[in-house]
């Protein structure tokens, strides 16, 4: 394997155990503070695996309007509310972190 392979084999491994770690925050402990952030679970998985697919993709950044494009395209529409909320919860949960640019969050691996 050469070197862009194991680094993509390592990004794909880093997304996954991201993604599952967010899933299973939002399916036990965290499931009661996205309840109280008024935030699905469901909604929760689907942008989970959205980050996780920009991270497999080697992407440290990620839009937050993407976030809102995530929920439309799983049946969800967002409103500029959920998605503050939706990002209240992943930083208060410590899966993300935000950067300068007011659009832009970063995973936390």
Do not use: C, F
Request: glycine share 8%; hydrophobic share 45%.
């Amino acid at each position: 394997m050469s070197g862009r392979g194991h680094r993509n084999a390592a990004l794909l491994v880093d997304a996954t155990v991201w993604r599952d770690r967010v899933i299973g925050d939002v399916r036990g402990e965290g499931r009661a503070a996205a309840r109280a952030q008024e935030v699905s679970v469901d909604l929760v998985i689907a942008v989970a695996e959205l980050i996780a697919a920009y991270m497999a993709a080697g992407e440290s950044l990620v839009s937050r309007t993407d976030l809102k494009l995530s929920g439309y395209r799983s049946g969800y529409w967002i409103s500029a509310r959920q998605e503050q909320r939706l990002v209240r919860y992943l930083e208060a949960r410590g899966h993300i972190e935000r950067t300068d640019d007011r659009d832009l969050i970063r995973p936390v691996a």
